[in-house]
Every structure is written in C-alpha cells, then in structure tokens.
Antibody, heavy 122, light 110 residues
C-alpha cells in the first residue's frame, strides 16, 4: 500500500526558505500514472493547493505562490521536495504531500501523507 | 475568501440525511470534475468522492455526490456519529490553471 511521509524542519524563521521532502514508499514515483503534489492547511483554516509535479519534472504551481515556490523530484530516492522562499508567519501551516491520480495535474488527491506542521517564527 | 463557496457548518441527528453545497463558476465546477474530501478531527483529509459522484472502495454508499451547472452537493444519508468531520469540495480551475478548494463545512452530529 502506498504511503507518503513528509519530513523537514518544524520551525522556520520569517524571510527564510521552507524546505520539505515527501518520501514515497510502497510504489514508484516514476510511474506515468501519477502526479505528486503539496497542499497546506493553516491551523483552524481550510486547504490550499501549492503545486504539483510529474516524475519528468513538469510542474504546475498555485499562481499566488508561483514566484516563491519550487517543487522538484528525485526519482533515484523516490521522493519529491518543496521549497518556499521568503516565508511569513501567515504561512504557518500543516503541509501535506499527496499523490494525484491519472497522470495529469487534474487528478484527484489520494492518498495523503499524515502532514507536518511548519511554524514560521523568529 | 475561497474560490468555491461552502456553508461553514451543517448539522443533523443520527439517521438523518444532510446535504452540503459547493458553489463555483464556469471556470471550475462548470467545466471540470468536483471532488470531496473528509477530514476527521486531528487527521489528514481523505478522498470521499471523485469525478462528481464516484466513491472510492471502502467509502460507504451513504455518501453520494452530484453536480449541476456550477454547483455540486454532497449528501450523507443515515447520519452516524463517526461522520462528524470537516468536508471540503475541490475542483480544477481553468482560469487559474490550478486547484481550488471550498472553505470547508464542519458537520456536527447532534
């Protein structure tokens, strides 16, 4: 059964870069059937899509974050990563990694990782 | 302000049928599939309905989805206490070239 696990620092200073990795187990990130994505959820608030990537490196980003976001994939390590620069306290959130069905960025999100809380604070 | 509009709360008693609405526009719900996610307290969201009205294996048939024009609905029949959760709708938006979510509906089972 496919599992996704987020990892990375739980505390990031304002104006610095948030970096997270999602390790995929129980399946190959190089499958042509899936995209892989990041979604975040501020405490007590709703969900926001950050972006998605294909194993080939093709990416789609939320237009509101595009200038600060980089999503990359390492097929040799079976993981993909998120970098978000110049973060502010408002970006304190639980960050989830997801698999997207159908080999398209329009694929639905299933499954989800357990999520990791990243706090932006000095 | 979310691109898709959901009521912030909904409630019902055990055994009742409740519906949660999700309103969008021609660039999202009007031209793409709608998906529903269930988030139980303290857990990650889980896919509940895909491509408007399909249930993943393991999701009870008490849950059903529908779409008409630029709106969608999630219906839960035979309400149970374990259905108490937050529910989110989502769709791809052609104008934004990205995913948009509803603000979420907190369902309370009285």
């Amino acid at each position: 059964q496919l599992q996704l696990q987020e990892s990375g620092p739980g505390l990031v200073k304002p104006s610095e870069t948030l970096s997270l990795t999602c390790t995929v187990s129980g399946g190959s990130i190089s499958s042509s059937t899936y995209y892989w994505g990041w979604i975040r959820q501020p405490p007590g608030k709703g969900l926001e899509w950050i972006g998605s990537i294909y194993y080939s490196g093709s990416t789609y980003y939320n237009p509101s974050l595009k200038s600060r976001v980089t999503i990359s994939v390492d097929t040799s390590k079976n993981h993909f990563s998120l970098r978000l620069s110049s973060v502010t306290a408002a970006e304190t959130a639980v960050y989830y990694c997801v698999r997207q069905e159908g080999g398209s960025p329009l694929g639905w999100f299933d499954p989800w990782g357990q999520g990791t809380l990243v706090t932006v604070s000095s | 302000q979310s691109v898709l509009t959901q009521p912030p709360s909904a409630s019902g008693t055990p055994g009742q049928r409740v519906t949660i609405s999700c309103s969008g526009s021609s660039s999202n719900i009007g031209s793409n599939y709608v998906y529903w996610y269930q988030q139980l307290p303290g857990t990650a969201p889980k896919l509940l309905i895909y491509t408007n009205n399909q249930r993943p294996s393991g999701v009870p048939d008490r849950f059903s989805g529908s779409k008409s024009g630029t709106s969608a609905s999630l219906a839960i029949s035979g309400l149970r206490s374990e259905d108490e959760a937050d529910y989110y709708c989502a769709a791809w938006d052609d104008s934004l070239s990205g995913w948009v979510f509803g603000g979420g509906t907190k369902l309370t089972v009285l």
